[in-house]
C-alpha cells in the first residue's frame, strides 16, 4: 500500500485529508498519462460516483483534471463500482474512476482508480501517482486549443450494464419476495430495477438518497435493520449492499445472516455440481471463518487464502484461472461476469442457487457451521517486532498445537494502525477468549504492548 493509495483507492475525510487539489491532481496525472501511452487516439475516460454530497465536488475535480490534460470525460453519474469495472472494459475506456468511500460513513469519499481491463489500478502506475501528487515529477503541460478535452453524458453506460445483469440470470424470479437494502447508496439507482425487471415481487429499503445518510444505520454494515424487514413483510429472502454496491450480505426468511463465506460456500457448491467450479477452488482471505473450510473440507473443494482485499483475491484468481472468491465482508468475485466484486450480481447468483436447487436459502447456509470467533486490536510499539518476536510465534505454535482441527489463530497486522489484530477461533466462545489472552499476555511481558 502507498502513502495516500491503499487496498480500495485513495480514502479520506473529504476536505480534511481528501482534498479537492488531490482530485485535481489526480485527473491530471491520469488524463496525461493516458494521453501519453496511446498518442494516436484521443484518450477516454469514464467517471461514476456514489451517492454522497462530496462525490459532486470531487467529479468536477477530476473532471478539470483530466480535461486540463486532454482527455475527454464520460459520466455514467450515479451508480456502481462493478458498472464503472464494466463500462470501462466493454466500450474501450483507457481507465475508469469510481469516486466512493464505499461502506465509511457520509463524511469520508475515496477516488478507485480501475484500469482498462476492469481491474484495481496496478501498484506501478499507484507509485507514479503518488509521486506526482508529492512533487516528485516534473510539471505535466497543460493541453491546449483542439486539445483540451470534453465532458460527454454516459447514462446509457450504466442501463447497458443494467440490461447485462439481467441477462446473467438463468430463470425468472416471479413468486418470489425479495427485500433490498439499498443503503441510500449506488444501488438506489440500479438493484430494484434489475430484480422488478425478473420478476420478483421486490420491497426496498434505505433507497431514498440525501447526500447524508448513505450507509447510515441502513446496508450491508447494520444488516440487523434487514434481518428485522425480511421477518417483519415474511419475504423470501433479503439482500443488503454497501455505499458502492461491491458488497452483498444476504439475510434468510427467518431473518439469520448469510455472509460472505456462507455465500461463497453455497455459490461454489452449487457450481460444482453443475460443473462450472473451475480448479474446484474457491479463493478466500485469512479472515474468512474456520466453519467454512471445514464445511468446503467435507465437499472436497479446494481453496486458496489471499492477504485481506479483494484486490488480492482477484489477482490470485487471474493469475490461477479460479473462477469464484471472495471476503466474508461479501465482496464476491464471479469472474467469469465481472473483475470486482459486485454486490448486485451477487445476489442474482444467490437467487440461481436458491431457485434451481428449489431450496430456501436458510437450507442451504445451514451447512456451514460458522465458529465463534474473538478478535482483539493491540497498539504496540512496533507491529513487525511484536509479530515476529520468537517467544510471540512460540506461544501462537502452542496454541495452533492445542486447537488442533477445531480452530485456528490468525496474527495480523493493520495496514494503517498501530496494531497487531490476534484473532482465535475455536468451538466455543471461551475457548477462543481464552487463547487470545494467552497470546497478548507473552506480547506484554515482552514489552511490546503501549
Not at 39 to 45: L, M, S, T, W
Not at 187 to 194: H, P, W
Request: glycine share 10%; with cysteine.
Amino acid at each position: 500500500m502507498g502513502k495516500y493509495f491503499g487496498t480500495d483507492g485513495f480514502r479520506g475525510e473529504a476536505n480534511v485529508n481528501l482534498t479537492v487539489e488531490h482530485a485535481f491532481k489526480v485527473g491530471r496525472f491520469l488524463g496525461w498519462y493516458y494521453g501519453q501511452e496511446s498518442p494516436d487516439k484521443r484518450c477516454c475516460i469514464v467517471i461514476g460516483k456514489d451517492t454522497r454530497r462530496s462525490s459532486y465536488m470531487f467529479e468536477y475535480s477530476l473532471v478539470a483534471g483530466l480535461t486540463a490534460s486532454g482527455a475527454d470525460v464520460y459520466l455514467l453519474h450515479v451508480t456502481t463500482t462493478p458498472s464503472v469495472s464494466y463500462v470501462v472494459r466493454t466500450e474501450g475506456f483507457q481507465c475508469g474512476i469510481m469516486i466512493s468511500a464505499s461502506h465509511n460513513p457520509y463524511y469520508d469519499n475515496g477516488i478507485k482508480v480501475i484500469n482498462g481491463r476492469g481491474e484495481k489500478l496496478e501498484e506501478t502506475v499507484i507509485a507514479k501517482i503518488e509521486r506526482y501528487l508529492d512533487g516528485e515529477m516534473g510539471e505535466i503541460p497543460f493541453a491546449r486549443k483542439d486539445q483540451i478535452g470534453r465532458t460527454v453524458d454516459f447514462a446509457a453506460g450504466r442501463n447497458r450494464y443494467i440490461g447485462y445483469l439481467i441477462s446473467i440470470a438463468t430463470r425468472s424470479f416471479k413468486n418470489m419476495k425479495v427485500g433490498l437494502d439499498c443503503a441510500n447508496g449506488s444501488a438506489s439507482a440500479i438493484a430494484k430495477n434489475v430484480f422488478d425487471a425478473l420478476g420478483a415481487e421486490t420491497h426496498v429499503i434505505h433507497n431514498e438518497p440525501n447526500g447524508l445518510n448513505i450507509n447510515t444505520n441502513c446496508g450491508s454494515t447494520h444488516i440487523e435493520v434487514l434481518q428485522k424487514f425480511v421477518k417483519e413483510k415474511h419475504l423470501d429472502v433479503g439482500f443488503a449492499y454497501d455505499g458502492d454496491a461491491d458488497r452483498c450480505i444476504a439475510v434468510d426468511c427467518q431473518g439469520e445472516i448469510v455472509d460472505g463465506d456462507k455465500i461463497m460456500y453455497i455459490c461454489g457448491k452449487y457450481m460444482k455440481e453443475q460443473g462450472g467450479l473451475v480448479n474446484n477452488t474457491i479463493v478466500t482471505t485469512v479472515m474468512s471463518n474456520f466453519g467454512l473450510y471445514k464445511a468446503l473440507d467435507r465437499e472436497n473443494i479446494s481453496y486458496e487464502k489471499t492477504a485481506v482485499g479483494d484486490k488480492y483475491v482477484y489477482e490470485n484468481m487471474a493469475a490461477n484461472g479460479h473462477c469464484l472468491g471472495g471476503e466474508q465482508s461479501g465482496h464476491i468475485i464471479f469472474s467469469k461476469h465481472a473483475t470486482t466484486g459486485d454486490g448486485i450480481l451477487t445476489s442474482l447468483k444467490v437467487m440461481e442457487a436458491i431457485l434451481e436447487k428449489k431450496q430456501p436459502l436458510s437450507k442451504l447456509a445451514s451447512e456451514v457451521e460458522i465458529f465463534p470467533q474473538i478478535l482483539k486490536n493491540i497498539k504496540v510499539k512496533d507491529k513487525l517486532a511484536a509479530q515476529e518476536d520468537p517467544v510471540v510465534c512460540k506461544e501462537v505454535e502452542k496454541v495452533t498445537e492445542a486447537l488442533g482441527d477445531d480452530g485456528r489463530i490468525l496474527l495480523r497486522q493493520s495496514g494503517t494502525e498501530p496494531v497487531v489484530r490476534v484473532m482465535v477461533e475455536a468451538s466455543t466462545l471461551e475457548t477462543c477468549e481464552n487463547y487470545v489472552d494467552q497470546v497478548i499476555d507473552v506480547m506484554k511481558a515482552r514489552g511490546h504492548v503501549i
